[in-house]
């Protein structure tokens, strides 16, 4: 009878070590994620073209100075870096982690980055802005860019995180819009291929109205539990059983890539959804 107790508690040991072990993975295993991009609308030059995406990092550590974050970014080569929102967070705000995250990516690529609702809830992105620019990340900010490559070009478009003006009078929709609009202010080539950086996956059809060819966005955390066969459980502004939480989603010729992200925030677990790095390349149809 005692070695029947000894084994049930034996086996209630290894099951709690198991599930201690298999958690921390989920939580801090990074899985990587490509993905190709098609258009006739993207120049020659650019065929081949790598961009990593970097999503709600939530002040996460990957190792000491994130040391297995940077060595998997550095091996995707990548030209250009995008960061789409919630490096930080508003519950627990610590910028260092961070810091030392987007010092070394700026040394790997241009990095493009935009704010999410974290950013705005914290009450102090002012101070970070300054950081930000300071180690040569470009801040954009209802904002384009063209990245050129001889006479050919891409835009690149970045809009703040709309909770920034949310109110009772403002819905987050029509700011997003606006954002969009002062973004394409000055644009002097807009049939050249479009990149819209924006943190929000659930404005996918307002996107689509202003011809965007691509987006990068997060906030949905992969739906933190992925159920096998069903996707995502819950996603903050999309609820139970959200349509876009990860991977790539279209509507007419606007495709939009939504990372799964890599750190927590309320949720402090993920499951079945390892923190993920996306890697696109840009494949040019132009003969």
């Avoid at 508003?90 to 950013?119: C, F, S």
């Avoid at 990372?259 to 132009?286: A, D, F, H, M, Y």
Wanted: cysteine-free; overall charge neutral.
């Amino acid at each position: 009878m005692r070695s029947i107790r000894k084994r049930k508690l034996l086996m209630v040991i290894v099951f709690f070590i198991f599930t201690v072990v298999y958690l921390h993975y989920q939580n801090n295993s990074l899985s990587t994620t490509k993905h190709t991009i098609r258009s006739n609308r993207i120049a020659q030059g650019f065929d081949g073209y790598q961009i990593v995406q970097l999503s709600d990092v939530h002040n996460k550590s990957f190792g000491k100075n994130q040391s297995r974050l940077i060595k998997k970014v550095k091996e995707l080569n990548p030209d250009l870096v995008v960061v789409t929102g919630d490096l930080v967070d508003r519950r627990k705000y610590n910028d260092t982690p961070i810091l030392v995250l987007m010092q070394e990516m700026v040394e790997i690529a241009p990095v493009y980055y935009v704010t999410g609702n974290h950013e705005w809830g914290s009450g102090k992105f002012d101070n970070l802005e300054e950081k930000l620019i300071h180690l040569g990340v470009h801040v954009m900010r209802d904002s384009h860019v063209v990245i050129s490559k001889g006479e050919e070009e891409i835009q690149i478009l970045g809009i703040d995180d709309p909770s920034i003006n949310a109110d009772e009078h403002h819905a987050e929709y029509s700011i997003a819009k606006w954002a969009i609009e002062d973004s394409l202010k000055g644009m002097k080539n807009k049939d050249s291929f479009k990149i819209l950086l924006s943190h929000r996956p659930e404005l996918l059809s307002l996107y689509s109205q202003f011809d965007m060819d691509l987006i990068f966005s997060g906030h949905a955390h992969g739906g933190q539990f992925r159920i096998p066969m069903v996707g995502g459980l819950v996603a903050p502004n999309q609820g139970i059983l959200p349509e876009y939480t990860s991977g790539k989603y279209s509507e007419g010729n606007t495709t939009m890539v939504v990372s799964r992200g890599l750190g927590n925030s309320i949720i402090p677990q993920r499951l079945w959804n390892r923190p993920e790095i996306v890697s696109v390349t840009l494949s040019s149809l132009v003969d």
